[in-house]
Every structure is written in C-alpha cells, then in structure tokens.
C-alpha cells in the first residue's frame, strides 16, 4: 500500500509504500518503499532505532549519509541498532528512492553475514560487506516496476542468507524478545537470573551476538516506545510513567542522549513521523524474532 506523507502538491512530500502483511512473512524482518524528492536543507537527522538498519538504495541520484563521526556514505548501507545516537547522523539527497529493511538484531548477523558487534553504532556501505551482490540486487530492484516485487526480491534475497548461516543463541534470542515485549521494562538482572547465566555470561553473549549491551538494548528499545507516545501526542509526564522512567527529568535526559532534542521537539523529527505510515505492524514495538 502507498501513502503520501506531506502535503499534497509539496514537491518534498514523501512518496511511502508499505509491506502488506502476508503468512510466511520473514519473523524479525519489515520493509518499507521509500520515494523522496528533496530532502530538507539541512539533512534528515537519524533517531535511533533498535533494529540494524539495511538500506536498499536504487535511484538515480544516491543518498548520502553523514554518520557524524565524519565519515560519508553515498548509496546502500548497513547500520547497527541505535545508528544516529545523539542526533549527529542526518541522510540527504534528492530524488532518492530505496527499501529500507528493519532487522531485528537476533536475525541480522545470519542475513548480513557480518557481526552487529562490528557495527555497533556506525554505519558501513553495502558494497564493501556484499561486494558485487550488492550492485546486483541494486540494479534488479531499479529494473522492477512495482514495490510489492521489489519486497518480494529483497524478502527471497534475504531468506536465503539467512538459511546458508548459523543464527544466535537461542538463550540471547530469547533475552531480545523480553526486552522487546516488554518495551524495555525489565532488568537485565531479572534475565539473567531467569535464563540461569551471570550477568556477565549474559553481557558477553548479548553484545557479541547483537551488537549491544543488554543494558543498552534495554534503553534503546525504551526510548524508541516514547519517542512514538511523544509523537502520537502523549503528554510528557504520562509518557515517563508509562515508560518506567523515575521521572519526567529522567526521560528528558534519556530523549536528549539518543535523540539530540528535546522531548518537545522529537515528536517533529520526520524518520519518526513517517513510521505509523511505513511500519504499521510495528509502529511503537520492536519486531521480535525466531531463531
């Protein structure tokens, strides 16, 4: 399904298309079609997502993105979960048009064939971890005319690198879902305590296996539901409560360090205002997965 975000007849309104929900569906994975004529004049600034982001570019004119560590990358990329940290990162460009694939961290080691640990929070292009895989899949997605063929290609092209490598743990995968259901409301003493294992057994694993600390996984993923509460329109205070912050000071601290603005000014930021459009299933939860 397609929708406009913007004004209609703005030449900068978004172009969105949205995977339809379907049996058989990858778990752990969600794709949107992006169409973007300009970019803001200042860039799109990254809010940090607890998922590892792959970006499917195929337009004429490639995006960019600045992951403000300096360094620039034009074109397909993969991102770690929490990419855009602070508020630094911010994509432009024009006439952009690319599926952006949600992955959730527990699948996205087998898909990609590289570590999230390796990541962490920076991004690096496609070519240089898929090489000439990476050219190909760009130009067989420009050639096809249609977003649902072109989520099709990406689903079967990531299903089967999925199914050629070996997943995490399941106890790790087990510990994402919690976090992930719970909306970042559980102690990572309290998962290490169920699973059996030392906080630092479960430290170890977690990040070598997802890219992130379960503390920080915790966090993340906490954040994340807030930001959509403030964007949908909840008052802060409420916001806080619902989110298990101590306070509304709390939450304000924790919106700067991942966003960079304030509460008030995060429920503006367009990468969150376009996610009930792009990702309605899992607009406001993180995708949890099988292992």
């Given amino acids: 399904m397609r929708s406009t975000v913007g004004e209609y007849g703005d030449p900068a309104a978004w172009d969105v298309a949205r995977q339809q ?5 990858l778990p752990g994975v969600d794709m949107a079609g992006f169409r973007i004529p300009r970019a803001p004049a200042g860039g799109l600034r990254v809010v940090p997502h607890p998922a590892v982001m792959l970006l499917l570019d195929f337009g004429t004119s490639p995006s960019v993105v600045d992951d403000g560590a300096g360094r620039r990358h034009r074109g397909s990329l993969v991102a770690g979960p929490g990419f855009g940290f602070g508020g630094a990162a911010r994509a432009w460009g024009e006439n952009i048009e690319c599926v952006q694939v949600r992955l959730s961290p527990v699948i996205a080691r087998a898909v990609l064939d590289v570590c999230p640990a390796d990541l962490d929070t920076t991004s690096v292009a496609l070519d240089g971890l898929w090489g000439r895989e990476a ?6 997605l420009r050639e096809i005319s249609s977003w649902e063929e072109r989520f099709a290609l990406t689903a079967a092209l ?4 999925r199914d050629a490598r070996f997943p995490v743990d399941p106890e790790v995968a087990w510990a994402w879902n919690r976090i992930a259901l719970s909306r ?14 030392s906080r630092k057994r479960l430290w170890s694993r977690f990040h070598a296996q997802t890219g992130m600390p379960p503390k920080r996984a915790v966090n993340l993923v906490r954040f994340d539901h807030a930001a959509h509460q403030l964007v949908s329109g909840e008052g802060a205070a409420r916001v806080a409560a619902d989110g298990g912050y101590f306070d509304q000071s709390h939450l304000h601290r924790e919106v700067m360090a991942f966003s960079g603005v304030t509460p008030a000014n995060v429920a503006g ?7 009930a459009t792009a990702w309605p299933a899992a ?7 099988q292992r």
């Fill in 135 to 140: 050219s190909r899949i760009r130009e067989q």
């Fill in 184 to 197: 970042g409301r559980v102690r990572v003493g309290h998962l290490a305590a169920e699973l059996g294992w």
């Fill in 283 to 289: 607009h406001g939860r993180p995708r949890v997965a």
């Fill in 158 to 161: 990531l299903a089967r690198r």
């Fill in 21 to 25: 929900q379907r049996p058989g569906r």
């Fill in 269 to 275: 930021e367009q990468f969150l205002t376009v996610d």
